[in-house]
Nanobody, 123 residues
Framework: QVQLVESGGGLVQAGGSLRLSCTIS????????MGWFRQAPGKAREFVAA????????YYADSMKGRFTISRDAAKNTVYLQINSLKPEDTAVYYC????????????????WGQGTSVTVSS
């Protein structure tokens, strides 16, 4: 079973930045696409961004383009999500996951999830 540990969330003021981290078990990191998702209070979980296993292709939900940047460090089997110019509507629990292709990750239909990391943006 894939092991996912998200971190880096917190309480920030609007306009600030955060970098979220997700460490994935090596077996699940190698050769797979990694993705970030978020779930705002009272809403369904939604896809944010993904990066392929080579790290040379990234994918973003249309509404996330511009302020969100996904990257990964293969040596640390860790994927990051940089969020700039944070807005109150970015308040959510952020999750990562991994799958065999960008299309699979974008769908987000995973059997298990990590605990997520909570981001709260104050106005």
């Amino acid at each position: 079973q894939v092991q996912l540990v998200e971190s880096g969330g917190g309480l920030v003021q609007a306009g600030g930045s955060l970098r979220l981290s997700c460490t994935i078990s090596r077996r699940s990191f190698d050769g797979n696409t990694m993705g970030w998702f978020r779930q705002a209070p009272g809403k369904a979980r939604e896809f944010v961004a993904a990066i392929n296993w080579r790290g040379n292709s990234t994918y973003y939900a249309d509404s996330m383009k511009g302020r969100f940047t996904i990257s990964r460090d293969a040596a640390k089997n860790t994927v990051y999500l940089q969020i700039n110019s944070l807005k109150p509507e970015d308040t959510a629990v952020y999750y990562c996951n991994t799958g065999p292709s960008p299309a699979t990750v974008r769908i987000g239909n995973f059997a298990s999830w990590g605990q997520g990391t909570s981001v709260t943006v104050s106005s």
